[in-house]
């Protein structure tokens, strides 16, 4: 899996304007719903790094799941983010739950752009995923995680992110706001100009 992207070396790391926006946060927590319309309102393209492997690899995120591995998954992960990072036109882009694990990935997303936690409550993550069976770590054999066991889950994986997630430039508390609220909360707070 190639991706040919320009890298900028003149791009400056200092104004907001020039830099890369990359939301992180666990899953079901907003980061394409968000993204989307912060991309919309400020125009940008905007990129979900999960779509961006199925089109890389045609293949989809369970399937790699399933045949190839979490860590060749999470190899395709580090190649998007750093294509991604270097592409020359600001973006938005949204992150996969766990990119951050990875060191060299939360470097070059620091180095390339603005890092928003996008940060929700698992009872709120739960009643946005518990039917979704394209998300490989909420399968356990043949069917979806019981509430008991997704909680078990979660709390365990978000204690690992954490770290990742609270690197982050700017720290947003989701909680039941709208999405569009939450893109111009965000676009506000990075002082960006509206379309």
């Given at each position: 899996m190639n991706v040919n992207r320009a890298v900028n070396p003149a791009l400056p790391e200092t104004s907001i304007d020039c830099r890369h926006i990359f939301l992180t946060g666990f899953?079901?927590?907003?980061?394409?719903?968000?993204?989307?319309?912060?991309?919309?309102?400020?125009?940008?393209?905007?990129?979900?790094?999960?779509?961006?492997?199925?089109k890389q690899t045609n293949c989809s995120i369970p399937d790699i799941f399933r045949y190839?591995?979490?860590?060749?998954?999470?190899?395709?992960e580090q190649q998007i983010i750093s294509g991604l990072a270097g592409i020359l036109r600001p973006a938005v882009i949204a992150l996969g739950g766990g990119a951050l694990m990875q060191g060299s990935n939360l470097e070059t997303v620091k180095k390339h752009g603005q890092l928003i936690y996008l940060k929700s409550h698992p009872d709120l993550i739960w009643q946005r995923v518990r039917l979704n069976r394209d998300r490989p770590l909420l399968i356990s054999g043949q069917k979806v995680l019981s509430k008991e066991e997704f909680d078990q889950k979660i709390s365990g994986l978000m204690a690992d992110r954490e770290k990742g997630y609270l690197a982050a430039d700017l720290v947003i508390d989701c909680g039941r706001k709208k999405a569009d609220e939450l893109a111009d909360l965000i676009i506000?707070?990075?002082?960006?100009?509206k379309i």
């Open positions: 899953m079901g927590s907003g980061k394409t719903t968000i993204g989307k319309k912060i991309a919309r309102k400020i125009d940008r393209p905007f990129y979900d790094c999960d779509q961006e492997i199925e190839e591995g979490e860590q060749k998954f999470r190899k395709y506000a707070q990075l002082n960006l100009k």
